[in-house]
Structures are given as C-alpha cells and as structure tokens.
C-alpha cells in the first residue's frame, strides 16, 4: 500500500495503475441535526495487489465507513473511490451490484452463514448469483473446503461445526468468486485466541498466494499479523506502521 497527504498527491485520472483500490481525497458526511458529521475526511491511500493490511482505530474514527466504502456498500460524498480503475460514483446501483459481486469477498464478524444450508452449499453460494454451471460450482465449492481444511465437513450445516469451522466456511465462501479484494469485518472477534490466531494464519497463507486482503480490526494482535496497520482518528488517517506493501 502507498498512502500519501491528500495535500501532496493529485488524483490519478485514469486506470489504476496495477492498484487494487485508490481513494482519493474522500469525504463522507452524514447531516446529524443542524450539522455535518465528516466520517471521512479527505482520506487519500492506495492499496496494490496484493497487499495485506489492517485499518484500526477507536470508535468513532472512520474504520467501520471505510469498510463500508471498500465494500461498496456506500459512496463517498465526495472525492473518488477506484477499484480495479472504476470510480464507483459513477456507477448506478445494478453496476455497482455487480462489480461487488465480481470483485469483492467479505468476511463477517458473525460469520452471515445459512443455517438451512450445508457447507458446500454456504459455499456456493456466490455462484449462484453468478449464473454459473452447478456442477462447476460444486467442484469449486469442493475445492476451496478442502483449501480451508473443511474437506470432511462438506455436508454438515452451521449448527454441527465450531466458531473457527464457520468462520473458515465464510473464508471459503468469500473466495468463491475468486474476488480482486477480501474485506475482513472484525473477522475473528467472536472466536478464542487460538482459533483466531489459526484464522489469521490462514489469511497470512492466501495473502501469500496473492490475495489482497484488508481487515478492520480493534485488536493490536490481529493487526500484528497483517504487513501493514493503517490507523484511523476523526475520519483521518492518523499514521501508517509496517512494511511496505
């Protein structure tokens, strides 16, 4: 990741540069009353391909709407959000559906399993919205179990596994899609520390394999995993700790 002063770098006006995502200059406002709350205020960073990153911060600093942005669950009020070169801002709804779709991979905090649902289906999930063959989708779904250490558990539902077997499901289901960027929401703060430290060796391994991950996190040992920690204060970036990325 290459993070720089919103006051010191100009909007790139085209392409994304072998970048995953750019944010240039963001701002997002919410009306509260007679004022205006800044959520984001004027957060200009870079994340490249595979890259793996924390963003951290108190309550209140802007992590939980820059995810939401990330995400593409919300837009910037302005300034511009690029993934993979797009400008999401101008994008209708059904576009931006799509390129989430396509693009993105989100783990939850909760998991957002079905419950009615095995394994394999949990997993293939993505897919279907995808239109693609079944029988494609069952062998990805196979593939990817296997890849999280789930191979024996494919016809078990929700309710039969542990916390961490769900939350390696959820990993799973996220890269179904095979997504350019996986969101991790707080991914392992309903887990022990000894699950959540396998959860985030398994993130360290895709990272590995190429994966740009980034992971909104309150836990300084969850971010110790990640190569670089992003630090939010009052909707700014307040500094940047770790290697490059």
Known sequence: MSPAPAE???????????????LEDVFKIYP????????LDGVTLTFERGSFVSIMGPSGSGKSTMLNLLGCLDRPTTGRYLLEGRDVNTLNDDELSALRLSH????????NLIP????????????????????ESAVRAVELAGQVGLGDRLKHRPTELSGGQMQRVAVARALANN???LLADEPT???DSSTSRQIMHLLEDLNVQGKTIIVV?????IADHTRRQVYMRDGR?????????
Not at 8 to 22: A, F, I, K, L, Y
Not at 32 to 39: L, T
Not at 104 to 111: A, D, E, H, Y
Request: glycine share 8%.
């Open 8 to 22: 010191s770098r100009s909007p790139s006006s085209d392409g994304h540069n072998g970048h995953v995502v750019q």
């Open 32 to 39: 509260m009353g007679d004022e205006n709350v800044r959520a």
């Open 104 to 111: 993105l991979g989100f783990i939850f905090q909760s998991f």
């Open 116 to 135: 009615q649902l095995t394994v394999q289906e949990n997993i293939e999930l993505p897919l279907y919205y995808q239109d693609l063959d079944p029988e």
């Open 179 to 181: 997504p350019s960027l």
């Open 189 to 191: 703060g309903n887990l």
């Open 217 to 221: 996190t309150h836990e300084k040992e």
């Open 237 to 245: 970036v307040d500094r940047i700790e770790g290697d490059d990325a």
